[in-house]
């Protein structure tokens, strides 16, 4: 549910958790996780304690998307895939609605009114094969196996781990480089072992990738610009 906190709008989920969370979303949205039992009044202390922490989150965010990239569908607009930019041309020859060939990304002209749906289907479909063989490889290193895994439209999140083990992944990881999709492989697996953001969730990742703040920090500066 939205509520306010004195000029803090924030969404409000209550479950079955232990710990209290706070994120700051990809959209700006501020989202407040707390266990079932939380008071009313113990998240207002909760807020009232992280609202510095959350005003210098609310305006790093605004600085990130100063730069958000509107992308149009028209002849050398260049479009993200695996962490390259890739050039648009609309062609009138082929028989897919978008093929990625010859260094171009091209897409069929009367497809251009339903670029963003064409899009959309070509992350989807790759991600399937190279997000499923990138958490074979991973599982395996860790020692976790996921339940299933599947490529969604998650809104303001890059992936996510449910109670019960399913991983799900946001098409658009599709468009960052091979390194930062494997650091949100990574994360997702960790989760399988330690539900929350504590020290030990962290050093699981350390375990696995040392140089996982470096990727942490390209996906959170560059995550704008990774849309259509």
């Not at 004195?6 to 266990?35: F, H, M």
């Not at 999709?181 to 030990?200: G, Q, S």
Request: net charge positive.
């Amino acid at each position: 549910m939205m509520r306010t906190y004195k000029d803090i709008a924030y969404t409000l989920k209550r479950s079955q958790r232990k710990t209290a969370s706070i994120y700051v979303e990809r959209d700006g949205a501020v989202t407040v996780l707390v266990p079932r039992d939380l008071t009313d009044r113990q998240v207002a202390e909760l807020l009232e304690n992280k609202r510095k922490w959350i005003y210098r989150n609310l305006a790093e965010w605004h600085d990130l998307n100063a730069t958000r990239v509107e992308r149009e569908y028209v002849n050398g607009e260049g479009f993200l895939y695996l962490g390259r930019s890739y050039r648009l041309k609309l062609v009138t020859d082929q028989d897919e609605p978008l093929l990625l060939k010859d260094g171009y990304f091209c897409l069929r002209v009367d497809q251009k009114k339903d670029g963003p749906a064409a899009f959309r289907a070509f992350y989807r479909t790759k991600a399937v094969t190279r997000i499923g063989d990138r958490v074979a490889y991973y599982q395996d290193k860790m020692g976790v196996m996921p339940k299933s895994v599947r490529v969604l439209d998650l809104k303001n999140r890059w992936a996510s781990c449910s109670a019960d083990g399913h991983l799900n992944f946001h098409w658009k990881c599709m468009m960052a480089p091979t390194t930062i999709l494997d650091y949100i492989v990574v994360h997702e697996l960790a989760h399988l072992r330690y539900p929350n953001h504590t020290a030990a969730f962290w050093n699981e990742v350390d375990k696995v990738m040392p140089g996982y703040r470096e990727r942490k920090e390209w996906l959170r500066v560059n995550g704008a610009g990774m849309d259509l």
